[in-house]
Each structure stands twice: as C-alpha cells, then as structure tokens.
Nanobody, 131 residues
C-alpha cells in the first residue's frame, strides 16, 4: 500500500505558474504509473496528466496540453505537476493517484486516464486562479 500527499497548491493570478508535488510513502513509487486529476466546483473529477513508471511516457488532458508538465523523481518518490499560463478555469482541487503497474505485467508502461483505474489517491490540494 502507498500513501500519497500533495502540496504546492494556492492562490495565483491568471497567467501565473504553480508547481505541485506528490510525495509517496509506504512503497517505492517506481511500482506505479502516476496521474494528476482535478475536480472543479460542481464538476466531475477529470484527468489532467499521467506518467509511466519510468517517466518515459507522458499524457495530458486536452485542456492542459501545452501548459502543464508532469514529471517524476523515483529516487525521491515524488511526482510533480508544473502548471504554467494558468487560467481561472484551472481552479480545482488537484489529486495525485497511483496505478500499480503489475496489474498489466505485459504492458508496464500503461498509464490509465480514468478515475476508476487508479489504486491509491492523495487528499488533494486546492488551486485557485483569479482573473
């Protein structure tokens, strides 16, 4: 089992940047593909970005493509989400999530983009972008 703790959220003006971090404990992060999801007020939780266990493959939701960058440092058991050119519509609670790669032993680079596939979730960090 792994525990995930997000940090780095806050209030920022439109056009600004934030860097979110997600630190894992309990099990090495290299056992997991990782995803960042977000849930805005009155909205469903949506996929923002995902990264394979090695960091070699990354995926992004259409609404953040070109503005957000996901990365990871397995030696530090940490995943990052660099968010640039932030917009008010990016306001949401951001969650990191872990997908156990051993669930697909013949495709260890698989990165899900749906909420139901992930095994573990952090508690979330609030990002608020003012106009």
């Amino acid at each position: 089992q792994v525990q995930l703790v997000e940090s780095g959220g806050g209030l920022v003006q439109a056009g600004g940047s934030l860097r979110l971090s997600c630190v894992a404990s309990g099990r090495t992060l290299s056992s997991y593909a990782m995803g960042w999801f977000r849930q805005g007020p009155g909205k469903e939780r949506e996929f923002a970005a995902g990264i394979s266990w090695s960091g070699g493959l990354t995926y992004y939701g259409d609404s953040v493509l070109g503005r957000f960058t996901i990365s990871r440092d397995n030696a530090k058991d940490t995943v990052y989400l660099q968010m640039n050119s932030l917009k008010p519509e990016d306001t949401a609670v951001y969650y990191c999530a872990a997908y156990l790669k051993a669930r697909r032993p013949f495709n260890s680079d698989y990165v899900p983009n749906d909420v139901s596939s992930y095994d573990y979730w952090g508690q979330g960090t609030q990002v608020t972008v003012s106009a």
